[in-house]
């Protein structure tokens, strides 16, 4: 067994974390209240973040002006999610990943091509460890 160099030795024992997050405005309604469609994307997502999805689950909420569905999808490197407000033709997108391979952000603008957001906010946070 060969003696790491401590510069190989920081390499690997880092997390990379990156964290693209945000609000998607005046969304059609019926895009935000099919389930499916919601499960589909983020699985299409995932695949677009280069990550390794481990499973997908989804809520349907009724209740009022509250209603709206979430999705969320466990990945070996961490989570994406979406929740929807389809009355407010809004919804929240949250892409957290770990790793230098994954790209959380062509994973978030991949959702906002498909949902065509009149206006949305993104941010980023780098969440690594050093």
């Not at 997390?15 to 935000?32: E, R």
């Not at 390794?52 to 989804?58: D, I, N």
């Not at 961490?78 to 997108?93: E, M, N």
Request: charged share 25%; proline share 3%.
């Amino acid at each position: 067994m060969s003696i790491m160099s401590r510069l190989e030795y920081e390499k690997i024992s880092k997390v990379v974390g990156k964290h693209v997050y945000g609000n998607l405005y005046d969304v059609d309604p019926s895009l935000l209240s099919d389930e499916n469609f919601l499960r589909s994307l983020i699985i299409k997502a995932a695949e677009i973040a280069n990550v390794h999805l481990v499973e997908v689950r989804s809520w349907r909420f009724v209740n009022g002006d509250k209603e709206g569905i979430s999705v969320l999808a466990l990945i070996v490197e961490s989570h994406l999610a979406i929740h929807t407000w389809p009355i407010y033709r809004f919804a929240t997108v949250d892409i957290y990943t770990c790793g230098d391979q994954s790209m959380p952000d062509k994973a978030f603008n991949y959702i906002v091509g498909v949902l065509k957001p009149r206006r949305y906010v993104v941010n980023y946070a780098d969440r690594s460890s050093e």
